[in-house]
């Protein structure tokens, strides 16, 4: 493009936003306007303002119920399932080795791995860096490895944590201090951030997506009390809590399939942003995509099948699960279709001027993402490592608007159609046919 043609494109540009008038750049983007700025800065904001002073006031609750912890020092119970973690487990036993609350067992469960799992975990076992080793020779999927390792447990409270992670040092005191706070809290979620945003683009933009749907997103739901979802990678739990739902069910999703079951029979989950877990993302897009297809159906197989029941007044009905169930609903699923219909829309009203539009709704939801970034830098206890991400926002919108959207339209397709998740060798074949068989 020639010099001149660039400014005669600019000076059309910023003419026609000029003389467009309120109405009709309301009427243009409001759905930005109405559901992204509402619900993504204006409400996140005051509930954390909310957040923040009720913070200050509970501080002398916190530290009673810290010191309370630390007196009745209750054994806790880390298990870690999974299957070809090798790589892991060291230095995920080194991890925990550290951590300023001591009173742990860990307890390795190994689905069926052909790596160097076994000689590893009975190393650390001789070292005495990990407490038992369990082994399933043959696979039976996350959740049964899960269950294998609660049922060998002597905890009163369960951590349940992926092999990849890290903690900080004070992480595993921080999760389960809320317990002893309130005695409703049946569960707590950690604070999960991404260990390796410098290796890729890719795990740059997962790290903002993890500050802003974790680090604030949950924070919000659980001041809110509608947090629907405890972390499979960093997650606390009561034992009798466990026991009473019956432990981890088969499938994709089974974390948040476990805080539902948590909140049926009337216990909060809550999230913890001091208890801070470092997890490897996916570095490229392909293994992204694996990833997020499958969480997104598991959004459809619990949330509108298993757990529909939630939608509906019966004995076990809590307003505050109902309301965090229609939120997921609307803003993960109806949203993205209503995108789809907003982009038919500018298409069909509004062809001749799309070339001035979709420049400016990117630049808005570039803003957008700027000012919630302000406020992960104000929460964050790491805003050196934070800043360096900044550059990095210019991309979110194509990230979270295009190619996200993307994914989980289609994985949500794919669900409603033809119950895809149950043919994901995430699981066994055999273990994922059965779930089918009894409605899992």
């Not at 750049?25 to 306007?33: A, S, T």
């Not at 904001?45 to 630390?70: D, F, G, H, M, S």
């Not at 809110?224 to 994709?252: H, T």
Request: proline fraction near 3%; hydrophobic fraction near 45%; charge should be positive.
């Amino acid at each position: 493009m020639e010099i001149h043609e660039f400014f005669e494109h600019t000076t059309n540009f910023f003419f026609f936003w000029k003389t467009a008038g309120m109405m009709k750049i309301f009427r243009i983007f409001w759905f930005f306007f109405v559901f992204e700025v509402t619900r993504y800065v204006i409400f996140d904001l005051v509930v954390l303002c909310v957040y923040n002073i009720r913070t200050a006031v509970l501080k002398n609750k916190r530290e009673t119920a810290r010191q309370v912890l630390l007196q009745q020092n209750p054994l806790v119970s880390v298990i870690v399932p999974g299957k070809n973690e090798g790589k892991h487990i060291r230095s995920l036993a080194d991890s925990l080795s550290e951590q300023t609350y001591r009173n742990l067992e860990i307890i390795i469960i190994d689905d069926g791995s052909d790596d160097d799992t076994p000689q590893v975990c009975r190393a650390l076992l001789r070292e005495g860096k990990i407490t038992k080793y369990l082994r399933n020779d043959t696979r039976g999927g996350k959740a049964s490895a899960a269950n294998f390792g609660f049922q060998q447990a002597k905890g009163s409270f369960i951590i349940h944590v992926d092999a990849d992670c890290s903690f900080d040092r004070d992480a595993i005191e921080n999760i389960l201090i809320p317990f002893f706070i309130d005695s409703r809290i049946g569960a707590v979620s950690g604070n999960i951030k991404v260990r390796n945003p410098t290796e890729s683009v890719c795990s740059a933009l997962q790290a903002i997506e993890y500050l802003k749907t974790i680090s604030v997103g949950r924070l919000v739901g659980s001041t809110l009390k509608i947090l629907r979802i405890i972390s499979g990678a960093f997650g606390a739990f009561r034992a009798d809590i466990v026991n009473r739902v019956g432990g981890w069910d088969i499938g994709p999703g089974l974390d948040g399939d476990i805080s539902v079951k948590v909140r049926k029979i009337d216990f909060d989950v809550h999230f913890e942003p001091r208890a801070i877990c470092y997890t490897n993302a996916p570095e490229d897009f392909k293994s992204l995509t694996k990833q997020r297809l499958r969480w997104s159906r598991s959004l459809i197989r619990f949330r509108l099948r298993k757990h529909r029941d939630v939608f509906f007044p019966t004995a076990s009905f809590r307003f505050s699960t109902f309301f965090g169930f229609l939120e997921n609903f609307v803003y993960n699923i109806l949203l993205d279709l209503k995108w789809i219909a907003y982009f038919i829309d500018i298409m069909i009203h509004f062809p001749t001027t799309a070339k001035y539009i979709f420049p400016l709704n990117y630049f808005l939801y570039v803003m957008s993402n700027m000012v919630q970034f302000l406020v992960i830098i104000w929460l964050s206890e790491r805003k050196k490592n934070e800043l360096k991400l900044v550059p990095y926002l210019l991309l979110m919108p194509l990230y979270a608007a295009i190619y996200m959207r993307t994914v989980r339209t289609y994985a949500y397709i794919q669900e409603f159609l033809f119950k895809t998740s149950y043919r994901d060798p995430w699981n066994p074949r055999k273990v994922s046919k059965k779930a089918e068989e009894f409605g899992l």
